[in-house]
């Protein structure tokens, strides 16, 4: 079996026009434009490019966004502070904190300072513990990108086996959790492997869908998997250099293998990653709808 390989590229640009028709929409209506910040401390080239693309897209489909770029060695209480600005601040409907944070910063601390009407990354205790109790709330733009690739190239989840791998806390554990929850886009059977998992490929082998999560690159070979599984590879590693300078990028995944035996397919870059951003999109639209009392 050859795979289809799903362009997280074309649905995110499909959602992206579905949000700014919404957003024209909601300005037209009743003269609302969403608003987004993004602050960035220090200088990962990743994060960089991470950011710069967030701003660019919300500029595109008519959000309002500020990028904030503060040194690496920023103090942990002026960023507290800069979130608590914008807590205040009624233009701004989300706050992003880019990780990974500098070591001296404590990361739940910064997080969990951030309005949960506001946390549209999802990554605030208050809307993990609604995501796990299935309420209503911003849920965490990877996974959630994961959800409507699955979706959109009518990936059936219900009774699955899925194999996640890796449980950090921004993808998989809310991933895992997702996927089981009892909704149209969950109930399946879960199986999280991590660095103590005595034996990935026997799980792997078993998996009807494996989403790939470690950040170690080309790590799920041919042989672990089953003829028509569907992957999602989550995995943006940065494995070299072009001779222009450009970074050479592979996913969790060895894609050209692989792809010989699955069903669907996300490649790196161009899969996973680009959903990420357009997630941002949609759950700062929802935040600027929810403060407006429209939902
Ligand atoms: N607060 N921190 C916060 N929120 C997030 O949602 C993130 N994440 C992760 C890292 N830290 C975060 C992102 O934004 C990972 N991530 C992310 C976002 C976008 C892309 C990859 C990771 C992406 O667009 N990747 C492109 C390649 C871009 C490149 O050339 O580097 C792709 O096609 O996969």
Do not use: W
């Amino acid at each position: 079996m050859t795979a289809k390989i799903i362009s997280g590229t074309e649905v995110a640009k499909q959602i992206r026009e579905e949000l700014k028709v919404e957003i024209a929409e909601l300005k037209e209506k009743h003269n609302i434009i969403p608003g987004l910040v993004t602050i960035l401390v220090g200088e990962d080239p990743a994060s960089q490019s991470y950011v710069a693309a967030k701003n660019k897209t919300a500029h595109a489909i008519g959000i309002h966004s500020e990028q904030i770029t503060l040194d690496a060695d920023t103090p942990e209480d002026e960023l507290l502070e800069l979130v608590r600005k914008y807590n205040s601040d009624d233009s701004c409907n989300g706050i992003l904190v880019q990780l990974p944070l500098p070591k001296h910063i404590n990361e739940g601390l910064i997080l969990n300072e951030i309005n949960p009407d506001k946390d549209v990354d999802g990554f605030h205790p208050v809307n993990i513990g609604r995501m796990v109790l299935g309420e209503k709330c911003f849920l965490p733009c990877t996974p959630h990108g994961v959800l409507e690739l699955l979706a959109r190239s009518g990936v059936e989840t219900s009774g699955a086996e899925v194999v996640i791998i890796g449980r950090s806390n921004i993808v998989g554990k809310p991933m895992a959790n997702l996927m089981m929850q009892k909704r149209e886009s969950g109930n399946a059977t879960v199986t999280v492997c991590h660095t103590r998992t005595k034996d990935m490929a026997a799980h792997c082998r078993r998996a009807d869908i494996i989403i790939a999560a470690v950040g170690v690159p080309k790590m799920v070979t041919a042989d672990m998997v089953k003829d028509g599984v569907a992957i999602m590879d989550v995995g943006v590693n940065r494995i070299g250099k072009t001779e222009s300078g450009k970074a050479i990028l592979a996913g969790d995944v060895d894609f050209d293998a692989v792809k010989e035996k699955a069903s669907v397919i996300t490649p790196v870059p161009g899969g996973v990653g680009p959903m990420t951003i357009t997630m941002l999109m949609k759950n700062t639209l929802q935040s600027a709808k929810m403060a407006a009392g429209l939902i």
